[in-house]
Nanobody
Framework: QVQLVESGGGSVQAGGSLNLSCVAS?????MGWFRHVAGEEREGVAA????????YYTDSAKGRFTISLDNALNMVYLQMNNLKPADTAMYYC?????????????????????????WGQGTQVTVSS
């Protein structure tokens, strides 16, 4: 079974930055970051194919968040800048050995949680105003 371990969450003030990290126990075909707030659906934030590096971002993350890889270490990162209180959530790393894009909101996307077979335990991000 694939293991994913996140780190880097914490509490920051609005406008601040955090860099989330996730290490996988093996190389995966795609990796991503999702977030969840109690009472809401888990939302895809950013995702990437590990070979080729095509990236996908939710609209609210574009221009503020950057997903990146270190394939030698089986790691994925999420650099989050200009954080807002609305970014407060539990952030989950996800990965899968096989990944197929989903047609979502008029475009093909990697931000569908059903694409991903493996999940970490989550790391909390809290942004205060």
């Amino acid at each position: 079974q694939v293991q994913l371990v996140e780190s880097g969450g914490g509490s920051v003030q609005a406008g601040g930055s955090l860099n989330l990290s996730c290490v996988a126990s093996e190389q995966l075909y795609c990796m991503g970051w999702f977030r969840h707030v109690a009472g809401e659906e888990r939302e895809g934030v950013a995702a990437i194919f590990t070979l080729g590096g095509n990236r996908y971002y939710t609209d609210s993350a574009k221009g503020r968040f950057t997903i990146s890889l270190d394939n030698a270490l089986n790691m994925v990162y999420l650099q989050m800048n200009n954080l807002k209180p609305a970014d407060t959530a539990m952030y989950y790393c996800a990965g899968s050995r096989s990944c197929q894009l989903r047609f979502q909101n008029g475009t093909w996307s990697l931000l569908d949680r059903t694409i991903f077979a493996d999940w970490g335990q989550g790391t909390q991000v809290t942004v205060s105003s």
